[in-house]
């Protein structure tokens, strides 16, 4: 008997969510399914929700288009008054047998806790730019993004910080994992800080004036939004709302970060905050093409009538980079615990650098940067004059 299937996006803005959409409606659309779109994420399984149905519908745009098209929200049905017993009503109303989850920590950490308390199958697929998700190697919406900020990156340490003679901040979001900010290693900035660690305002700054002086007077630095700084930085707000996230965020972390360069180095620096740029626009090719294949992979997972289990993306060889899709228990996944974050096999907090590893594991997914040395060698021959 066809099932009928709702399929949502919740949390923040990938590139590659539609791309995950397309895979989850074409797939459904093949096994003769009725698949329904839920928009602006749980929201749509609540009193008042609304859906669309996509079962004969041609979303061939969707795979190459970046966003979401159903929307997005950051409801949660476990922390709404009766949130469960409207859930359970929308669920019968629709007559659904299977709920596909497409979203980061909050999303799918409520849909393990609706798999555990509602007779169908509910499964998860990955997305956060954060990158910050265990069980699969990397989430849709990453590798976008870290093509994103190395290309920025390049651009400015090679092209804008070199011919003005500055220092460049450039500002990438990122909660509490760095894994954006660590991605730009493939560009070669001078120095990457991340939010996992509390960071000493005077060795950073140390270490910014070295570069500059080394480089022949301008550096390149990336840092995380969620940057700490002991202490604090004077003059800059530690926490400003934010009514999508319901919570209380850091933001500009750069801006402050500019005024103590200037004050204690007496140098001039220049800020670039991409923010929600890294999260839009058309997915890069693997991106786009695990998306849609861990879309489909969600379709069998309801087909088979599985249910708490989220579609992962595995590495087939550790010496070759070759990928597949699976499944692993949501009970993995969701929760503050199971965060993925940088450690020191990744990422050296005394000098702001990553390791190889990290530059390995980065490569692997969008592969190495592009660099004209013959450009370089001609940028040092200037500074030596």
């Known amino acids: 008997m066809p099932k009928t299937i709702l399929v949502f996006t919740g949390g923040g803005i990938a590139a590659a969510l539609n791309a995950t959409l397309y895979g989850v409606i074409t797939e459904a659309q093949k096994k003769g399914y009725k698949i329904l779109g839920g928009i602006e994420g749980w929201q749509s399984l609540l009193k008042g929700g609304k859906t669309t149905d ?7 745009i969707l795979q190459t288009h970046g ?11 476990l922390k709404v008054e009766k949130g469960m017993e409207q859930l359970k009503e929308r669920i019968k109303e629709l007559s659904l047998d299977g709920i596909i989850a497409i979203g980061g920590d909050d999303t799918l950490g409520a849909a393990l806790e609706v798999s555990k308390t509602v007779e169908l199958s509910v499964v998860g697929i990955p997305k956060t730019v954060d990158n910050d998700l265990t069980g699969t190697y990397w989430c849709p919406g990453f590798p976008t993004a870290a ?10 340490k090679e092209d804008t910080a070199y011919g003005l003679k500055r220092i460049f901040l450039i500002e990438t979001i990122g909660m509490k994992a760095g894994w954006i900010p660590a991605a730009s290693c493939l560009a070669n900035p001078d120095l990457i800080v991340v939010p996992e660690r509390e960071v000493p305002l005077d060795l950073l700054l140390e270490l910014i004036e070295q570069r500059y002086k080394n480089n022949g007077e301008y550096a390149t630095v990336v840092i ?4 700490r700084f002991k202490g604090g930085l004077k003059g800059m707000a530690d926490n400003q709302p934010d009514n999508f996230r319901n919570e209380s965020r850091q933001n500009f972390i750069s801006i402050g970060l500019r005024e103590e360069i200037k004050n204690h180095l007496g140098i001039y620096a220049q800020c670039i905050i991409p923010r929600n740029y890294l999260q839009s626009g058309q997915p890069i090719e693997i991106d786009r093409e695990f998306a849609v294949k861990l879309g489909q992979h969600a379709v069998g997972s309801i087909s088979r009538n599985e249910t708490g289990t989220m579609s992962c993306i595995v590495k087939k060889d550790k010496s070759r980079n070759e990928f597949t899709v699976s499944s692993v228990p949501l009970t993995e996944v969701a929760g503050k615990e199971n965060h993925r974050v940088l450690d020191e096999t990744l990422f050296d907090f ?9 530059r390995d594991y980065i490569s692997s997914i969008i592969g190495e940067s592009s660099s004209d040395s013959a450009y370089s060698g001609l940028e040092k021959k200037i500074i030596r004059l």
């Open 54 to 60: 996509f079962s004969d519908v041609d979303v061939s």
């Open 67 to 77: 966003g979401t098209i159903l929307r997005s929200s950051r409801v949660n049905p």
């Open 147 to 156: 093509s994103k900020i190395v290309s920025i990156t390049k651009q400015t």
């Open 224 to 227: 995380a939004e969620e940057v």
């Open 350 to 358: 005394d000098n702001f650098v990553v390791t190889e590893k990290m």
